[in-house]
């Protein structure tokens, strides 16, 4: 099985499973999935997410022998998770299915608030810089970001000795959201450790003035983990996860009256 | 001094000081002025706001000595306040002014989500209802309320024997936000305890198909209390207080830099 998942990562140490006592959205989801199943299953994930940074389209897989269709296992299983993580929508897959070796691209966006005093009722879910940020800038220096394959170590966290630095970047924007707030939009087929709040704290920069665009395009060529500061988590959401056409075939947003 | 405030409920035993041992906006203000200022001040607010409802524009006044202007003293207190509530602008006052006395008008929205499953990223925000909402016969009801001065007591929770029921709401609108939400927009010159809530509660039921637009008109003229479900209160913010022109001359959002 398959599921969509959206979750506040606010109070879990990111996605995947960790040392014993940290609460991890793969830990609530294996026990909620062994309250419904009785089967203690390893979930397999798209991708994975650092403590605080949020998704609205994750996704993951496991095997069961449960009966139970997509739609009905994902609103029965929706009773079992904690208020901060939900299943959107199930689909049956192979068991041979692995979620992120599947996956053709993920994307990603990062909201900034600016130029203004904090704002209680986003502080969860954005970045909030004081000074009002040069957006202009910021659009034209994530414009020149290249889109061919490209060694993408300056901007990654520590990688270790056998995973390959060169990423493809799909897609990467600024754009207004009223006066005051920014989304960055950023695709790949794969990011690096931290890559995207890497990009996301140095396009601050830009949009602080303390880094012109040229030598932001410049960022790329350093060395490992030369790019600057990480960008906070819980600006960051996952937003989708693409697969090749006919991989998933979600059921409808799962109603969760579905089995009553 | 007056101030703008906003706050994030969810953490909030509501805005009024209350038995020792509740937190309240009240409270983790008067304890942040005393430590900013050295004075313990009473603070006087321009409206209740119930436990877990969210303010972008609570105003509320205090007498004050300090000798910092109104831009300063704003994002000096910034930094004593807790991430959940702020100051977003501030302006002089004359001691005799009262913030609840003076106000002409109370805004406020609630946010309801409908038709999908439960969303995580907005459970402390909005009312999340599982089965798709009509949305038209909700508009169609919000806009057949009275807008004449009007015995409110039926959407009202208990009242005190002094208090009056009567009360003029100036508008009530139903409005989409994309396919699976709505916001309903309320204003009055003043609300009676609840009347917001009963009438988004009240607005559901219709939304639900389980009171007609007619039914939901009649409502009015029932008994105290009468009009039936309470909304919860995470779904509700208060928007804005008015006061006649010329009353409160705001500080520009206070910029927290304004003192370094």
Chains 1, 2 share one sequence.
Do not use: K
């Not at 139970?68 to 299943?87: E, H, I, M, T, W």
């Not at 003035?209 to 932001?216: D, G, I, K, V």
């Amino acid at each position: 099985m398959a599921l969509l998942l959206a979750y506040d990562g606010t109070a879990f140490a990111g996605s995947q499973a960790q040392a014993v006592g940290l609460r991890t959205v793969q830990g609530e989801l294996e026990a909620a999935l062994e309250r419904l199943t009785g089967e203690r299953r390893r979930v397999r994930f798209a991708g994975r997410t650092d403590a605080g940074v949020h998704a609205l389209g994750q996704v993951c897989s496991f095997d069961t022998q449960a009966a139970l269709g997509p739609q009905r296992f994902a609103a029965a299983l929706n009773r079992y998770l904690p208020d901060d993580l939900a299943v959107r929508a199930a689909c049956e897959v192979s068991s041979s299915f692995d979620p992120r070796r599947a996956a053709i691209a993920r994307r990603y966006a990062y909201r900034i608030e600016h130029g203004g005093p904090r704002s209680p009722l986003t502080r969860l879910r954005a970045w909030q810089l004081r000074p009002a940020l040069d957006v202009a800038a910021m659009v034209e220096a994530a414009s020149g970001l290249p889109r061919e394959r490209t060694d993408w170590s300056a901007f990654a966290g520590a990688l270790g000795p056998q995973r390959s630095p060169w990423r493809t970047l799909l897609d990467c924007r600024v754009e207004p959201r009223g006066p005051r707030a920014l989304a960055v939009t950023v695709e790949a087929e794969s990011f690096l450790p931290q890559q995207v709040r890497r990009i996301v704290g140095a396009l601050a920069r830009v949009g602080e003035r303390r880094l012109t665009p040229q030598a932001f395009a410049a960022l790329i060529e350093g060395p490992p983990c030369s790019a600057g500061p990480v960008a906070p988590p819980h600006g960051l959401t996952l937003l989708d996860v693409r697969y090749p056409p006919g991989t998933l075939r979600w059921t409808d947003e799962c109603d969760d009256d579905a089995d009553e």
